[in-house]
């Protein structure tokens, strides 16, 4: 490639965030414990072992695992021949990974599988209660009456179980960075792209909120203690240019008693709701918050020390981004490259399902009429990815509000609940693709029976969209090191900012900045969340 093949080489560039591996490693792991199951056993013919609430959490160089183990176990009865069950009680597991150059706050997905379950009989014991039966230990002291205890099934099997677990985790760091998008000046087919979704930076702020509250000690306080304090329940919802933050503020409030100069503890959950400003937020964009308690006080109230003034700063730190599909340049045949390994989703494919919801349901009084739409929402959705197919289980659960019949029409509400499972068809998908479930309610309608007012026909159209990924690990371009330097990096507009700002920021001339951007007819007026084209100056 000559220089002046150099002289016409732009790279494209676009502001993406996206997540940078760290490290990936596996490890294996036996959980042993000696489980008694009633009765004699023949043999042990199943064991269905499940995981539960796994989940990882990121130290220095490590990730620690945690999860439950819960078990069936179907065996063959010694005596009947017949295959029954017994549950296991939950076991918690924890389990260290290695994982080098892991840090707290970084990002980990953790895979955890049953590798192994196995049985060894150790002994039978002798048991001498039945299932219904309730014996006093002065039973015990006759031998006759022990033997024939014994004898009449009175035993247990004990065995050592050992259960072996694969756990994979892959660690990784969320970076905004410059990727190349698109090149110019050279021929396409010395260009290799990637299909990939990416999550594009739309904007991140931060905002603070002050939660004041009064307490009510109970007692008179003398002196308090200490304060513990927690956010739980967070939800986030994007709105235009802000995201809308709720959550619950939970405190302990340790305090000295005035009377007896004893200790006690009083719980106080709070519900807060800020907003937290970024422009070109947009409806259904995805949001991350990240929320701490900054300060928390408490002063007794001196005309009433059974009461407290409590004041809380809560700093609230909101990213969105955008979920985008783009090609993204992973070489230029020719072109000496910078590079960076992501790890990356690419896309296997999307689609959506709707399904008809019919159910019976009884309201706790008879109806008058419906009193409005019902409030939804989806849990315990799960979903398995199979070969070119996604299956979707997931509950709806409605929260119904009616108008009761009599001469007091008081507007009652229940709650039903419907279980439905959902074939979509993704061409490509396999077992072992990540797969994205986002359900919606489109209509609801209720039909009520004439003859009994508390019987209502409820139908309800959801829709159910999948999007199926591949993670892979990929070495994308950033920037083009032979010739110029990227000659052209997309800029998101942010508040305050004007072009004039924004060339300075860049060391470029104002007329080649505004040259650059045909589009904006008043170098004036620009409005955040606006990308504008950051002209470069080739570097030889």
């Given at each position: ?141 006759d031998e006759d009456l022990e033997a024939q205890l014994f004898h009449k099934k009175k035993v247990n099997s004990l065995f050592r179980q050992t259960v072996i677990l694969e756990i994979f985790v ?194 706790p009084a008879p109806v008058r009429k419906m009193a409005g739409p019902p409030d939804t929402r989806f849990e315990n959705i799960e979903a398995k990815v199979l070969e070119d197919k996604v299956i979707v289980e997931a509950d709806l659960i409605k929260s119904i509000f009616f108008v009761r019949e009599g001469d007091k029409p008081k507007v009652l509400e229940f ?126």
């Amino acid at each position: 490639m000559g220089k002046d093949e150099f002289k016409a080489l732009k790279c494209i560039t676009d502001l993406l965030k996206v997540e940078q591996v760290v490290g990936e490693n596996a490890s294996q792991t036996s959980v042993i414990r000696d489980v008694i199951l009633p009765g004699k056993v023949r043999k042990i013919a199943e064991v269905d072992t499940k995981l539960q609430n796994v989940s990882g959490r990121v130290i220095e160089n490590k990730v620690v695992v945690e999860g439950v183990i819960h078990k069936q176990i179907f065996y063959v009865e010694d005596e009947t021949g017949q295959l029954k069950e017994f549950t296991v009680d939950d076991e918690r597991f924890v389990h260290f990974v290695d994982v080098p150059g892991a840090m707290p706050g970084m990002n980990v997905q953790v895979h955890a599988r049953v590798e192994f379950v196995g049985h060894d009989f150790i002994r039978e014991e002798k048991a001498y209660r039945d299932e219904g039966e309730d014996f006093d230990s002065d039973d015990f002291n006759d031998e006759d009456l022990e033997a024939q205890l014994f004898h009449k099934k009175k035993v247990n099997s004990l065995f050592r179980q050992t259960v072996i677990l694969e756990i994979f985790v892959k660690v990784t760091e969320s970076i905004q960075l410059d990727v190349v998008v698109d090149v110019k000046g050279v021929d396409k087919h010395k260009v290799k792209t990637e299909l990939l979704k990416v999550e594009s930076v739309v904007g991140e702020n931060a905002a603070q909120v002050a939660v004041r509250n009064v307490i009510d000690f109970g007692r008179p306080a003398r002196k308090i203690k200490n304060v513990d304090a927690e956010i739980k329940h967070i939800t986030a919802r994007v709105i235009e240019n802000k995201v809308v933050v709720e959550g619950i503020l939970h405190k302990q409030i340790f305090f000295v008693s005035a009377e007896d100069d004893v200790v006690f503890e009083v719980s106080v959950d709070e519900k807060f709701t800020h907003f937290v400003d970024i422009p070109g937020a947009f409806p259904g964009a995805n949001v991350q918050v990240h929320p701490r308690v900054e300060y928390v006080d408490v002063d007794i109230d001196a005309g009433d020390p059974t009461r407290g003034k409590q004041t809380a700063i809560i700093d609230i730190f909101a990213k969105v981004t955008e979920t985008v599909q783009a090609d993204v340049v992973t070489e230029i045949k020719d072109v000496r490259t910078e590079k960076e390994l992501l790890k990356v989703a690419q896309v296997i494919g999307e689609g959506s399902k709707q399904e008809n919801i019919v159910a019976d349901l009884t309201a706790p009084a008879p109806v008058r009429k419906m009193a409005g739409p019902p409030d939804t929402r989806f849990e315990n959705i799960e979903a398995k990815v199979l070969e070119d197919k996604v299956i979707v289980e997931a509950d709806l659960i409605k929260s119904i509000f009616f108008v009761r019949e009599g001469d007091k029409p008081k507007v009652l509400e229940f709650e039903a609940r419907e279980h439905f499972t959902v074939f979509v068809d993704i061409p490509g998908a396999k077992p072992g693709n990540v797969v994205q479930v986002y359900p919606r309610v489109e209509f609801t309608d209720f039909d009520l029976d004439r003859h009994d007012r508390r019987h209502i026909r409820q139908t309800t159209i959801i829709e159910v969209f999948v999007k199926v990924t591949e993670f892979v690990q990929l070495e994308v371009v950033t920037s083009c090191e032979v010739g110029p330097k990227p000659s052209v990096t997309i800029y998101v507009v942010q508040p305050g900012d004007s072009l004039f700002k924004i060339a300075q920021r860049f060391g470029v001339a104002l007329d080649d900045l505004i040259a650059a951007n045909p589009e904006i007819r008043d170098p004036d007026l620009i409005f955040p969340g606006q990308k504008i084209l950051i002209p470069r100056r080739p570097k030889w």
